[in-house]
């Protein structure tokens, strides 16, 4: 029993349907909550920017950068924020601030 490439096509088109429905349902939910990481960057972006580090999308204006929830340890989030962005001046996670050794770590890489 073969199956024609349309039934290929079809399938695809409607797990994409669904998987977009799914993101866009969720959106309005997720963003109420606001950022769960900011970051103040130690040399400013020119232009807003958006960059996606390691599956997590930071927005980046001016000297700060916010990001949802990601699986990563914080530390690991930070560090590679500061590995792409050069150093940070604070990172916070919900509001509390990383201590100055933990800044230190996290700029190890900058």
């Not at 993101?23 to 909550?33: C, G, I, T």
Request: glycine share 4%; aromatic share 8%; charged share 20%.
């Amino acid at each position: 029993m073969t199956q024609s490439p349309n039934f290929a096509q079809k399938f695809f088109a409607a797990a994409v349907a669904f998987t977009a429905t799914v993101v866009l349902a969720s959106a309005p939910a997720a963003a109420a909550k606001g950022p769960y990481y900011v970051a103040k960057l130690s040399t400013p972006v020119e232009e807003a920017q958006t960059e996606i580090i390691r599956g997590v999308v930071w927005q980046c204006s001016g000297d700060t950068c916010r990001a949802r929830k990601a699986t990563s340890r914080p530390s690991n989030v930070c560090a590679r924020l500061a590995k792409k962005m050069g150093a940070l001046e604070t990172f916070s996670v919900r509001g509390e601030a990383f201590a100055a050794e933990d800044m230190s770590t996290c700029n190890a890489k900058a």
